[in-house]
């Protein structure tokens, strides 16, 4: 079975600097895909940045890149120059290729940023 | 913004009521989700259909969840006996074959 696991429940920040969401996974696959996705105070859920399991770079998407570490089971999520807008709760999320194409989410990280 | 439209926001219901919620996919999107999150934020797959065709869903979706993707028009998750244990927001998310999938603002339910 999957797993998806996040053990940071809250992180604070000063508005501008650079935060780290840690993610770690469970699967007997060889082949699966990460993501990482925030949900707003509204609820809306917005997808922001994908890695695939065959591909050794890291992924960048604007200010969000991803620090893969595949002999760890590791993908964190990396924020630079944090806004207060990025204040959201975070979540890690794994497609198995063995398991359809239905997520296993993680358990959410809050990030709250600050002036 | 979503593209993925879900209707209604909000539901209430009482318990052993019907309560049925819409979903219209992001075009050109043939996989349609249904994922149900609860008050402790954790997300549990309820269905997915690619092209009106089941492709997976758990043994609660085969009792008294029912959800249809017609072709032509939204989708839809219906309960047909609300509990108080189903208080919660229902997310459909749609994508292209295997890859990231883009979520609706979600159905809150409420079962008094």
């Known amino acids: 079975a999957q797993k998806v696991t996040q053990t940071q429940t809250s992180i604070s920040v000063v508005e501008k600097t650079t935060v780290t969401m840690d993610c770690v996974y469970e699967t007997r696959d060889s082949s699966y895909f990460l993501f990482w996705y925030k949900q707003t105070a509204s609820g809306e859920i917005v997808f922001l940045i994908r890695?695939?399991?065959?591909?050794?770079e890291n992924a960048t998407v604007g200010h969000y890149s991803l620090n893969f570490q595949k002999p760890k089971s590791s993908i964190g999520l990396i924020i630079t120059a944090t806004q207060i807008e990025d204040s959201a709760v975070y979540f890690c999320a794994m497609r198995a290729t063995s398991s359809g194409q239905k997520l296993v989410f993680g358990q959410g990280t809050i990030l709250k940023v600050y002036l | 913004n979503s593209k993925v439209i879900q209707t209604p926001r909000y539901l209430v219901k009482g318990q052993g009521q019907k309560a049925k919620m819409r979903c219209i996919p992001e075009?050109?999107?043939?996989?349609v989700f249904w994922y149900q999150q609860n008050k402790n934020n954790e997300f549990k797959f309820l269905i997915n259909f690619q092209n009106q065709e089941v492709l997976q869903q758990i043994d609660m979706t085969e009792k008294r969840f029912s959800a249809e993707c017609p072709s032509n028009s939204p989708c839809s998750l219906e309960i047909q006996s609300s509990e108080a244990g189903d208080s919660a927001l229902y997310l459909c998310a749609s994508s292209l074959p295997g890859v990231e999938q883009y979520f609706g603002p979600g159905t809150r339910l409420t079962v008094l």
């Open positions: 075009k050109g999107h043939p996989v």
């Open positions: 890695q695939d399991s065959y591909k050794k």
